[in-house]
């Protein structure tokens, strides 16, 4: 049935390629070797040669190898079945539980038509005020974490997952290390999240290939679950391994680098994953929360850069805390209005002080003499921190509404908020 | 229409495609490639010897070596005519809700409708009589499209004189009805529909004589209006780093903007953020007409994981729909959102056509492109003596937010006003976010320049004195010196800041500016008295939220002239005696 080639023009890094003819761009192939099998991915089609990516990397490869296409580009599984289980970059079973081939579904499909999306409305409460407060997480939004290595993005990745209120959590773990994805497994499994879990790991002593399938594999499942009806939450970390992966076999492919070395379409290439990242009309959502570690903290590198353009916002986690500055919800103004009608004045006006708080800090540092007005912000930056930011409080909206009004009062008279009159004669704390 | 011919594909890579071909092709013409039942649109943009090269605007999967390749011997067009407004369409002018209706949630590769609906009837009324000479935008008579009188125009791509044979008497008739018959010089006959097309790539010229944009637009938006004005026909760009608020500025202009027509392209743009313009426009009113909004707007929607060469097109698209409703004497403005992705969908083409890469890998070309581009805006004359305009407002997106960049800079060579967004600002919740201390503008004010000029110098040197205190601190500066920096605050706060999502702060006429603004230059012209520098910081405070306060009350209410009122009385307590 299969055409079979055994062809094979040339080996370099993780790409082969192979003369053959009427093969189909993106076709799968599988390729049979002495060492093994592995499936691999057409990339490009010049004249007779095909160039195949393959997943398990071309250790091993002889040049007498067996190549046999498979007629159809990568598939996924789709049942009731995957939930509780993991699986890796090529869709294998990656615990001990059997494979699973029904309702094959292709991954990387094509696009949402935006008409038939809708406005996302509704809150993901996550209990950290520094999100639901002044960044809310709106369902089917798409954000990633901006972080450092070192910093907990992995915890506060699993906290968001476990406290938010979806039907189908899906972890893509792209290079993770080994600690990280059994940490994800446990969490999941201690907080009876698992069995509404499907994780796929690469790890990172795994073929770098394998990597690239993983946003892929995890949004075409989640996208079957949506169009149930199910609010699917999708975790991807590190999304900084995934371009590095394309990096690879860019350079590999001789293409063109742009930025830094990575591929010309970098952009197009997160863009076509985070747009995943819907709600549908008459049926459900997926939302993306994804980690992007920052090489050297410099969010001007082309991924963390690319991604901002992408995603509705951004978490910037640092020495351990949800930074006010950065940290944006593009679509906080679509559910906060909703909320409570003191949210967004809450919202703007603490931020506001904290930013003259930084200047006067700087001030502090520069041993400058305080003024009256310095010294009230010093009290309130100090409280803001403790009792706000810091990661550990965990409260629900409406009491840190209320705690950003005491602390606010305790530090300021109510003119020098910038408050709106008719809000501060409404919500400002009697004494 | 000329016949196809049919070549081979030698070579996939991506969204380009290589196609042996023998009867001659033309560069950027459109051509088909089969796979299966598939036909996937794409257009030439290479020719070597018997090789072109073609960007599919589609994704590529599947395709083979030796798959036929149908060449059209057109190029890239867009369709023109009545029913084009309200509509929401991809960067190939494919009608997405249309699109919807026939293959549900996902977009079809392959799938492709007719921009302009064919059974709807317009009711045609003739203007040109037979026997008139006419030319290439002459209207030959007109439709009721919304609000608007839509001209049926001579084709433009006619050229030369032209004698009207015959015309259809009024009647209601479908785009494709031909409504005219012309002759040449030679006595051969041009049937003319309501519906033309025209290659995207080039401008549409059926005018007399492009002028100098000289009248202000008004956008509401007080900071642009009355420091960084757009004139209408002018060109003008926002950059600004990712959260610093491009999108929410240009949504507010969409809506509020004085002008017939808004024309957005989201090319590259988050699907979030223009669903919202998709679903919203429908219900809100227009300001002018009372009417749905929608029904003065038009949406090129290429989002950013929809094809990398349909993005490419889509502002070609965008500007030539504006072009065509310039033609009919109205005001159009075109917004794109972001030119940076269409920039970059340029450098991804250029990359795997293996050209020599320019600065930061963008093509060489970038320049005189972006130029080519903006060029396309402007006010025009016309042959009936009617004025029309195309004014382009394009947001960039530099890389980590560095306005060096060659997308920033090859843009700020060509557009006459320019709002840089900093991220200094939008940290500081300090909304719009445009940078007042770097951006500029070549345009004329709602208010008169020498009130401008002087809030300006005090921005400037309030900026100065912050930075002094900066290194001789509070208590090193002169009272004199911290009231104007106080004074600067107060401006900013108050006037350059504004709430987009009030609804009476969101939008400040252009009357409204003009009577705020001249109070509030009486404050910054104001001699003040403090003797300590707490007095003066709290009584700036207390100014600033009743003037918040003003900015929140509509202007002919109760509230509004009891805060005026109170900021006087205010100013009057603090002011010299000189």
């Given at each position: 049935?299969?055409?079979?080639?055994?062809?094979?023009?040339?080996?370099?890094?993780?790409?082969?390629?192979?003369?053959?003819?009427?093969?189909?761009?993106?076709?799968?192939?599988?390729?049979?070797?002495?060492?093994?099998?592995s499936?691999?991915?057409?990339?490009?089609?010049?004249g007779?040669?095909?160039?195949?990516?393959?997943?398990?990397?071309?250790?091993?490869?002889?040049?007498?190898?067996?190549?046999?296409?498979?007629?159809?580009?990568?598939?996924?599984?789709?049942?009731?079945?995957?939930?509780?289980?993991?699986?890796?970059?090529?869709?294998?079973?990656?615990?001990?539980?059997?494979?699973?081939?029904?309702?094959?579904?292709?991954?990387g499909?094509?696009?949402?038509?935006?008409?038939?999306?809708?406005?996302?409305?509704?809150?993901?409460r996550?209990?950290?005020?520094?999100?639901?407060?002044?960044?809310?997480?709106?369902?089917?939004?798409?954000?990633?974490?901006?972080?450092?290595?070192?910093?907990?993005?992995?915890?506060?990745?699993?906290?968001?997952?476990?406290?938010?209120?979806?039907?189908?959590?899906?972890?893509?773990?792209?290079?993770?290390?080994?600690?990280?994805?059994?940490?994800?497994?446990?969490?999941?499994?201690?907080?009876?999240?698992?069995?509404?879990?499907?994780?796929?790991?690469?790890?990172?002593?795994?073929?770098?290939?394998?990597?690239?399938?993983?946003?892929?594999?995890?949004?075409?499942?989640?996208?079957?679950?949506a169009?149930?009806?199910?609010?699917?939450?999708?975790?991807?970390?590190?999304?900084?391994?995934?371009?590095?992966?394309?990096?690879?076999i860019?350079?590999?492919?001789?293409?063109?680098?742009?930025?830094?070395?990575?591929?010309?379409?970098?952009?197009?290439?997160?863009?076509?994953?985070?747009?995943?990242?819907?709600?549908?009309?008459?049926?459900?959502?997926?939302t993306?929360?994804?980690v992007?570690?920052?090489?050297?903290?410099?969010?001007?590198?082309?991924?963390?850069?690319?991604?901002?353009?992408?995603?509705?916002?951004?978490?910037?986690?640092?020495?351990?805390?949800?930074?006010?500055?950065?940290?944006?919800?593009?679509?906080?103004?679509?559910?906060?209005?909703?909320?409570?009608?003191?949210?967004?004045?809450?919202?703007?006006?603490?931020?506001?002080?904290?930013?003259?708080?930084?200047?006067?800090?700087?001030?502090?540092?520069?041993?400058?003499?305080?003024?009256?007005?310095d010294?009230?912000?010093?009290?309130?930056?100090?409280?803001?921190?403790?009792?706000?930011?810091?990661?550990?409080?965990?409260?629900?909206?409406?009491?840190?509404?209320?705690?950003?009004?005491?602390?606010?009062?305790?530090?300021?008279?109510?003119?020098?908020?910038?408050?709106?009159?008719?809000?501060?004669?409404?919500?400002?704390?009697?004494? | 229409?000329?016949?196809?011919?049919?070549?081979?594909?030698?070579?996939?890579?991506?969204?380009?495609?290589?196609?042996?071909?023998?009867?001659?092709?033309?560069?950027?013409?459109?051509?088909y490639?089969?796979?299966?039942?598939?036909?996937?649109?794409?257009?030439?943009?290479?020719?070597?010897?018997?090789?072109?090269?073609?960007?599919?605007?589609?994704?590529?999967?599947?395709?083979?070596?030796?798959?036929?390749?149908e060449?059209?011997?057109?190029?890239?067009?867009?369709?023109?005519?009545?029913?084009?407004?309200?509509?929401?369409?991809?960067?190939?002018?494919?009608?997405?809700?249309?699109?919807?209706?026939?293959?549900?949630?996902f977009?079809?590769?392959?799938?492709?409708?007719?921009?302009?609906?064919?059974?709807?009837?317009?009711?045609f009324?003739?203007?040109?009589?037979?026997?008139?000479?006419?030319?290439?935008?002459?209207?030959?008579?007109?439709?009721?499209?919304?609000?608007?009188?839509?001209?049926?125009?001579?084709?433009?791509?006619?050229?030369?004189?032209?004698?009207?044979?015959?015309?259809?008497?009024?009647?209601?008739?479908?785009?494709?009805?031909?409504?005219?018959?012309?002759?040449?010089?030679?006595?051969?006959?041009?049937?003319?529909?309501?519906?033309?097309?025209?290659?995207?790539?080039?401008?549409?010229?059926?005018?007399?004589?492009?002028?100098?944009?000289?009248?202000?637009?008004?956008?509401?938006?007080?900071?642009?209006?009355?420091?960084?004005?757009?004139?209408?026909?002018?060109?003008?760009?926002i950059?600004?780093?990712?959260?610093?608020?491009?999108?929410?500025?240009?949504?507010?202009?969409?809506?509020?903007?004085?002008?017939?027509?808004?024309?957005?392209?989201a090319?590259?743009?988050?699907?979030?953020?223009?669903?919202?313009?998709?679903?919203?426009?429908?219900?809100l009113?227009?300001?002018?007409?009372?009417?749905?909004?929608?029904?003065?707007?038009?949406?090129?929607?290429?989002?950013?994981?929809?094809?990398?060469?349909?993005?490419?097109?889509?502002?070609?698209?965008?500007?030539?729909?504006?072009?065509?409703?310039?033609?009919?004497?109205?005001?159009?403005?075109?917004?794109?959102?972001?030119?940076?992705?269409?920039?970059?969908?340029?450098?991804?083409?250029?990359?795997?056509?293996?050209?020599?890469?320019?600065?930061?890998?963008?093509?060489?070309?970038?320049?005189?492109?972006?130029?080519?581009?903006?060029?396309?805006?402007?006010?025009?004359?016309l042959?009936?003596?009617?004025?029309?305009?195309?004014?382009?407002?394009?947001?960039?997106?530099?890389?980590g937010?560095?306005?060096?960049?060659?997308?920033?800079?090859?843009?700020?060579?060509?557009?006459?006003?320019?709002?840089?967004?900093?991220?200094?600002?939008?940290?500081?919740?300090?909304?719009?976010?445009?940078?007042?201390?770097?951006?500029?503008?070549?345009?004329?004010?709602?208010?008169?320049a020498?009130?401008?000029?002087?809030?300006?110098?005090?921005?400037?040197?309030?900026?100065?004195?912050?930075?002094?205190?900066?290194?001789?601190?509070?208590?090193?500066?002169?009272?004199?010196?911290?009231?104007?920096?106080?004074?600067?605050?107060?401006?900013?706060?108050?006037y350059?800041?504004?709430?987009?999502?009030?609804?009476?702060?969101?939008?400040?006429?252009?009357?409204?500016?003009?009577?705020?603004?001249?109070?509030?230059?009486?404050?910054?012209?104001?001699?003040?008295?403090?003797?300590?520098?707490?007095?003066?910081?709290?009584?700036?405070?207390?100014?600033?939220?009743?003037?918040?306060?003003?900015n929140?009350?509509?202007?002919?209410?109760?509230?509004?002239?009891?805060?005026?009122?109170?900021?006087?009385?205010?100013?009057?307590?603090?002011?010299?005696?000189?």
């Amino acid at each position: 049935m299969y055409k079979t080639f055994q062809k094979i023009d040339q080996i370099s890094g993780n790409v082969i390629v192979v003369r053959a003819e009427g093969v189909g761009y993106r076709e799968l192939a599988q390729v049979q070797s002495a060492h093994g099998t592995s499936l691999a991915q057409v990339i490009r089609l010049e004249g007779d040669r095909v160039y195949l990516q393959v997943f398990a990397g071309s250790r091993g490869i002889t040049t007498d190898a067996t190549v046999r296409f498979l007629g159809h580009p990568m598939r996924v599984p789709f049942s009731e079945t995957l939930l509780g289980r993991v699986f890796n970059g090529s869709g294998m079973p990656r615990d001990r539980g059997p494979a699973i081939t029904e309702n094959m579904t292709p991954i990387g499909g094509p696009s949402v038509n935006p008409a038939k999306r809708i406005i996302p409305r509704n809150m993901v409460r996550t209990g950290i005020p520094m999100i639901d407060v002044f960044n809310t997480l709106v369902e089917s939004q798409k954000l990633p974490i901006f972080s450092v290595a070192g910093e907990p993005y992995n915890p506060l990745l699993a906290r968001i997952a476990l406290q938010a209120e979806v039907d189908v959590i899906i972890l893509g773990g792209m290079g993770l290390k080994h600690d990280d994805y059994l940490f994800f497994r446990d969490i999941l499994e201690e907080k009876g999240a698992l069995s509404r879990s499907v994780l796929f790991v690469h790890t990172a002593a795994d073929p770098t290939v394998e990597c690239l399938m993983v946003p892929d594999i995890s949004l075409a499942v989640a996208e079957q679950f949506a169009l149930q009806n199910k609010r699917v939450l999708v975790l991807l970390t590190d999304m900084t391994n995934f371009a590095d992966a394309l990096k690879e076999i860019a350079i590999t492919m001789e293409q063109i680098p742009s930025n830094r070395g990575y591929p010309g379409d970098l952009y197009s290439q997160l863009a076509a994953r985070y747009e995943k990242a819907v709600d549908f009309e008459s049926a459900g959502s997926i939302t993306i929360l994804a980690v992007t570690t920052m090489p050297g903290d410099d969010v001007t590198h082309p991924v963390p850069d690319n991604t901002g353009y992408i995603t509705e916002g951004q978490f910037y986690l640092r020495n351990g805390r949800i930074e006010p500055f950065g940290s944006l919800s593009r679509l906080k103004q679509l559910v906060n209005d909703k909320t409570r009608p003191d949210h967004r004045t809450i919202m703007n006006s603490m931020i506001q002080l904290y930013a003259a708080y930084k200047e006067t800090l700087e001030k502090q540092a520069m041993g400058f003499r305080m003024s009256a007005w310095d010294r009230k912000l010093l009290k309130y930056g100090e409280r803001f921190e403790r009792e706000m930011m810091d990661l550990s409080v965990n409260i629900p909206l409406e009491k840190a509404l209320d705690l950003g009004w005491q602390i606010l009062a305790d530090c300021f008279e109510p003119a020098e908020t910038g408050i709106p009159t008719k809000m501060i004669e409404k919500y400002w704390p009697t004494k | 229409m000329s016949t196809t011919h049919i070549g081979k594909i030698t070579g996939v890579n991506g969204n380009l495609i290589k196609v042996e071909f023998q009867s001659p092709v033309a560069q950027n013409e459109v051509a088909y490639a089969r796979t299966g039942h598939l036909r996937l649109k794409s257009e030439v943009i290479r020719i070597r010897g018997n090789i072109a090269e073609l960007q599919v605007f589609e994704d590529t999967s599947d395709l083979r070596v030796g798959d036929p390749v149908e060449f059209t011997g057109e190029l890239l067009s867009a369709e023109l005519g009545p029913g084009l407004l309200a509509r929401i369409y991809d960067g190939l002018q494919n009608p997405l809700p249309e699109l919807a209706v026939e293959s549900g949630f996902f977009l079809q590769r392959g799938k492709y409708l007719p921009a302009l609906d064919r059974q709807k009837t317009w009711p045609f009324t003739p203007i040109a009589r037979p026997g008139d000479i006419v030319e290439a935008g002459d209207a030959l008579g007109w439709v009721p499209e919304g609000i608007f009188k839509h001209r049926i125009m001579v084709p433009f791509r006619l050229a030369g004189r032209w004698t009207v044979k015959s015309v259809a008497p009024a009647g209601e008739y479908p785009v494709e009805h031909v409504v005219a018959i012309l002759q040449d010089e030679r006595g051969r006959d041009q049937e003319v529909r309501m519906v033309q097309r025209w290659p995207v790539k080039l401008p549409i010229r059926a005018y007399v004589e492009r002028l100098r944009p000289t009248e202000p637009l008004v956008t509401k938006v007080r900071i642009v209006d009355t420091f960084f004005p757009v004139a209408r026909g002018g060109t003008y760009c926002i950059p600004g780093p990712f959260g610093a608020g491009k999108t929410v500025l240009q949504q507010i202009t969409s809506r509020y903007a004085e002008v017939d027509i808004v024309i957005i392209a989201a090319c590259g743009e988050r699907a979030g953020e223009v669903v919202e313009t998709l679903r919203e426009f429908p219900h809100l009113q227009d300001p002018r007409t009372g009417r749905s909004l929608m029904e003065r707007t038009l949406i090129i929607c290429n989002t950013s994981s929809m094809p990398v060469a349909a993005r490419e097109a889509s502002v070609y698209t965008a500007v030539t729909l504006a072009e065509y409703y310039r033609q009919m004497g109205l005001d159009v403005l075109l917004l794109a959102d972001s030119t940076s992705r269409w920039a970059q969908a340029l450098r991804e083409m250029s990359g795997r056509l293996e050209e020599i890469p320019g600065e930061e890998a963008f093509p060489a070309y970038l320049e005189s492109v972006i130029a080519a581009f903006y060029e396309r805006g402007g006010v025009v004359r016309l042959r009936d003596g009617s004025i029309g305009s195309v004014t382009i407002g394009g947001t960039v997106s530099p890389a980590g937010g560095n306005f060096e960049e060659p997308v920033t800079q090859s843009t700020l060579k060509v557009v006459g006003a320019f709002h840089g967004l900093s991220r200094e600002r939008s940290d500081a919740r300090r909304f719009p976010a445009i940078q007042p201390l770097d951006s500029w503008s070549k345009y004329e004010s709602v208010v008169p320049a020498e009130q401008v000029a002087y809030a300006r110098s005090i921005l400037r040197r309030g900026n100065d004195v912050n930075q002094m205190m900066k290194v001789v601190g509070e208590e090193g500066t002169s009272i004199d010196d911290f009231v104007v920096y106080l004074k600067a605050e107060y401006l900013d706060a108050v006037y350059l800041q504004q709430d987009a999502f009030h609804p009476v702060d969101a939008a400040t006429s252009a009357d409204r500016q003009k009577y705020v603004f001249s109070r509030i230059y009486k404050i910054l012209k104001t001699p003040m008295n403090f003797t300590e520098k707490d007095a003066a910081r709290q009584f700036f405070q207390r100014l600033t939220q009743v003037t918040k306060d003003w900015n929140r009350a509509p202007m002919d209410s109760p509230e509004f002239s009891e805060a005026e009122t109170r900021i006087e009385q205010m100013t009057a307590e603090v002011t010299a005696y000189v």
